[in-house]
């Protein structure tokens, strides 16, 4: 009869060691040894060992009781009985316990107490009061004890003995450091042991904290963390330790970085609902876990193929990339291409047409996965996943390829904008099946770049440097290579497509030859207009008449004689067109001359300096030009308290370019000086001009009929000039002649109002009436003609205003005297509307006359308007 306690130890060792069942042996003395454990209480452990064996077919399993035999290192596992009570087949998996050593007794006990214990008794909380005095320090001491003496190493077991070249105890990148740390506080060993570890850990000091908060930072954070770790290493490396740090260890510590690394990106993308949340809330942590992953291995490929190959410790061994982090990338981007092509979709088709045909559930398939755990075990899943998608992706792309064609020569046909536009559905075109569908249009495109890049060519074979644009502020030299590199850059646009989605078109070769010939020629060009700046800025440098280089012991400015004392800096203008070019020829990666960075570097440390006072020339020189005729002695005195800075005594002359501090103060008083003068202009401006508003009001108003109102006006005209005087601090006299001109301005004004009024002044006279009667058989007027004509004259000088005086912003007082009437022997012509009514009412009271015979009584006629 079998026994079922038997089988289900052996179902567990076969199941642990992963030995199949029909390659399981095992022997006499192991059978005992089961025996006993199974029906001795006092037998508490049974061990079962796999022996070394050269028949392949038959794996060899001995059972022994306790660990009398253990090696460490030998494919092991162990059973511990937790009570005295026989062992049945039903309380045999509650009575037993399984656990293996795979390691070290050490390294056993250590990842045991830190990933089952410490989290269960310690960090949860929850089992930890179970625990009596101090046990959970003791926990956590035998933890941090245990972790130390891995770091030292277990090949040497001597106290205060340390073994660097057993990097098992070495997990993570803060195991390193401490590491470092310890040995460099340890005793009992040797001075140079410990001179070694110090120069070690000042490498790594840096960046210890931030090793141990590197789960917590955010993806920015990240990809600055790796510049620091790279700097950290490279420290570590090239350190003048001896002997100097070991590459075996190294390349273990660029593993675990590289791991840390992984793991903190994958982390953080896992935590994203990468296939339901919207792309704009995805896109952007994708792309930077994505730069995390490229940029550390392009830090350690750089160290260890190019910078590490010329140091004294030289790396000797194969440039390191982590396979796991490229892996890690590789995935990143396959996800980000496809929610971007998912995000192209989305905007491409119409919402009828995206629930027709269920684009929203195309990734379903990826539901159950989790994206960004890659290891080689995920890949099938993976595989599986996005053969289900594509198949679901077919009919939709058939789709999307109709609306592409639509859209893609639509608008343009500009080759460099349907570039453009190809681009922006790139993704899109990366699909087999759309980039298929697509190969007329794709065609066309690749047709129009080959022209395109002829017309280039022929543009580089007839280039005339006579016909450059002008180019503010920039040589002849410097505007070749700025229109070289335009040219470059509206080539290498045109040539994007032909790496991308043309590349698979039978003519993609030919155009790219084409291409690669055009970018040869234009780097000719370049390096041609770069050799020849250069010579032309050092023969400038060379010949000492020349202003771009900078004389250091030269006053800072000076007057101009040949330009009428003219305030001039002696910072030339060729030297600043120098500092832009060499900032632009920077930027395209030129490589400067030694002698024209000296020159340049001069000119920047100045710069700003000679800016400032090239401002504050530009202000004194044009400064009578900004000023109002009638303004100029307003600003006398600002402007005269302005020029004493220029003068010997305020020490303009001993200002020199070497003599920072003095430079620095000067161009400070300078500007200031500049900024008061300026203000003071800048207020009498908008002074003249708020008065200038204020007597333009005064052409609308009446001078006849609004008196009071021009009384107004010119109060307020006298409050906005008075107060112009007094903000910029003028003198009264100083503004007599701004005065005056306001003075003849109002006077204009009000002599063509005076004018106006008189003309018009019929239409603002009472209505006078007269009546028509019959006396004495005559018709006649009542009042008469004459004490009508009379009546008139008198209401007209009512209006007019025998004496009406004005007194100007000046005081000026220009006299306006009222006209007497024709009776006084006046002037008749300012009164041509009344003599013109007279002349037409006389010949009508002549007419009147014949009417009286006409035998009308005598009676008063009607009432007629005058």
Not at 47 to 70: C, H, I, P
Not at 274 to 295: A, D, L, N, P, Y
Not at 652 to 658: E, G, I, P
Request: some cysteine; overall charge negative; glycine content about 6%.
């Amino acid at each position: 009869m079998n026994d079922p306690r038997k089988e289900y130890i052996v179902q567990c060792i076969i199941s642990v060691l992963n030995i199949p069942r029909n390659e399981f042996r095992s022997n006499t003395t192991s059978n005992t040894c089961l025996e006993k454990f199974l029906d001795h209480p006092n037998e508490k452990v049974l061990q079962a060992v796999e022996n070394d064996s050269s028949d392949t077919s038959k794996r060899t399993v001995t059972l022994q009781l306790g660990f009398s035999s253990y090696m460490e290192g030998v494919p092991e596992m162990h059973f511990i009985k937790t009570s005295y009570e026989p062992l049945t087949e039903g309380n045999i998996p509650r009575l037993v316990m399984i656990s293996s050593l795979r390691m070290s007794p050490v390294r056993s006990l250590f990842y045991n107490v830190r990933e089952v214990f410490m989290p269960l008794l310690v960090e949860s909380g929850k089992e930890a009061d179970g625990l009596e005095g101090r046990l959970t320090d003791c926990l956590v001491e035998l933890d941090a004890g245990l972790n130390a003496s891995l770091r030292r190493g277990l090949r040497n077991r001597n106290v205060g003995d340390f073994e660097d070249s057993d990097v098992s105890g070495i997990v993570t990148p803060i195991d390193e450091v401490r590491f470092w740390e310890e040995l460099k506080n340890a005793t009992g060993v040797g001075d140079s042991a410990v001179d070694r570890a110090t120069k070690f850990s000042e490498a790594l000091s840096p960046i210890a904290s931030d090793l141990e908060e590197m789960s917590k930072k955010t993806f920015a954070q990240l990809l600055e963390f790796t510049d620091n770790v790279m700097e950290a290493v490279d420290g570590l490396w090239q350190s003048e330790a001896t002997p100097a740090y070991p590459a075996a260890r190294m390349l273990h510590f660029l593993r675990i970085l590289s791991g840390a690394f992984g793991r903190c990106v994958q982390s953080r993308l896992n935590s994203l609902n990468v296939w339901t949340s919207s792309f704009s809330q995805v896109s952007k942590h994708i792309r930077e876990g994505h730069k995390v992953c490229e940029r550390w291995n392009e830090i350690t490929l750089d160290l260890t193929d190019v910078q590490w190959r010329s140091t004294e410790n030289t790396w000797e061994g194969e440039a390191y990339k982590d396979h796991f982090l490229s892996n890690l990338a590789t995935r990143i981007q396959e996800v980000s291409q496809l929610r971007g092509q998912h995000d192209q979709i989305l905007k491409l088709l119409s919402e009828e047409e995206l629930k027709a045909m269920q684009v929203e559930s195309c990734f379903e398939p990826f539901a159950k996965l989790s994206a960004f755990s890659y290891n080689e075990y995920t890949v099938p899943a993976w595989l599986s996943a996005l053969g289900d998608y594509e198949a679901r992706m077919a009919p939709i792309e058939a789709r999307v390829a109709e609306r592409l064609r639509a859209e893609l020569f639509a608008k343009t046909s500009n080759p460099a904008q349907t570039v453009r536009v190809f681009q922006r559905y790139q993704d899109l075109l990366e699909r087999k099946n759309i980039r298929e569908s697509l190969t007329n249009e794709r065609e066309r495109l690749l047709t129009e770049l080959d022209d395109f890049l002829g017309r280039v060519q022929s543009e580089l074979e007839t280039f005339d440097p006579n016909n450059l644009p002008a180019g503010r502020g920039m040589s002849l030299h410097a505007r070749k290579m700025v229109w070289v590199e335009h040219f470059r850059s509206k080539a290498d646009l045109a040539a994007r497509p032909l790496a991308g989605f043309l590349k698979d078109l039978h003519s993609a070769g030919k155009v790219s030859g084409t291409y690669r010939k055009v970018r040869a020629e234009l780097k000719e060009y370049r390096n041609k207009a770069y050799k020849d700046w250069c010579e032309e800025v050092e023969s400038q440098l060379r010949d000492p008449e020349d202003p771009i280089a900078l004389e250091m012991n030269s006053r800072v400015m000076d007057f101009d004689t040949a330009q009428q004392g003219a305030l001039k800096i002696t910072y030339s203008e060729r030297l600043i067109e120098l500092v832009k070019e060499a900032r632009v020829f920077e930027q395209m990666g030129c490589n400067i001359p030694s002698k024209v960075k000296a020159a340049v570097q001069d000119g920047l440390k100045f710069y700003r300096f000679a800016v400032q006072l090239k401002q504050v020339c530009n202000f004194y020189n044009t400064l009578s030009a900004e000023l109002l005729p009638s303004q100029k002695l307003m600003v006398l005195q600002p402007a005269l308290a302005f020029e004493q800075l220029f003068n010997e005594k305020s020490g303009m002359k001993k200002v020199q370019w070497n003599k920072l501090d003095q430079l620095e103060s000067f161009t400070r008083h300078v500007k200031e000086g500049a900024e008061r003068l300026r203000g003071v202009n800048r207020r009498l401006r908008n002074g003249h001009s708020q008065v200038s508003q204020e007597v333009i009001q005064l052409a609308n108003i009446s001078l006849l009929r609004q008196r009071d109102q021009w009384k107004q006006k010119l109060t307020q005209i006298q409050k906005a000039i008075d107060a112009t005087i007094g903000a910029c601090g003028c003198q009264v006299a100083d503004a007599k002649p701004w005065k005056s001109h306001w003075d003849y301005q109002i006077f204009k004004i009000m002599e063509v109002q005076y004018r106006f009024g008189l003309e018009s002044l019929n239409e603002n006279l009472p209505e006078m009436k007269a009546d028509l009667i019959l006396a004495q058989k005559q018709l006649k007027l009542k009042p008469p003609l004459e004490e009508l004509k009379t009546l008139y004259f008198k209401e007209d000088q009512v209006l007019h205003l025998p004496t009406f005086t004005i007194q100007g912003p000046g005081g000026c007082c220009p006299r306006v005297q009222g006209h007497a009437g024709p009776e006084r022997g006046g002037d008749r012509g300012g009164f041509p509307e009344g003599e013109r009514l007279v002349r037409e009412g006389a010949p009508a009271a002549e007419l009147l006359r014949p009417m009286a015979g006409g035998g009308h009584d005598a009676r008063e006629g009607p009432g007629v308007g005058g």
